[in-house]
């Protein structure tokens, strides 16, 4: 499922990330890479602040549509 419908406070491993190669590219930048861990912190309409590797980042819906968990 997209990370967008995972569940606040739940702990969630990456299984793909999808887009074209600048997409996947940027994502991994931040730290979102197959097989590691995500947690999100808040949702706000669809927009959801998540906890990956240590730090803190804010990814708009569509990015979170992108992350499969």
Known sequence: ??????NAGEENI???IGGNPETKKFLENLGFVVGGTVT???????????N????RVAVSKEMANKIMV
């Open 52 to 55: 990956v590797k240590d730090s």
């Open 1 to 6: 499922m997209p990370l967008s419908l995972a």
């Open 40 to 50: 999100i912190i808040n949702e706000i309409s669809g927009n959801v602040i998540v």
């Open 14 to 16: 990456i299984k793909k």
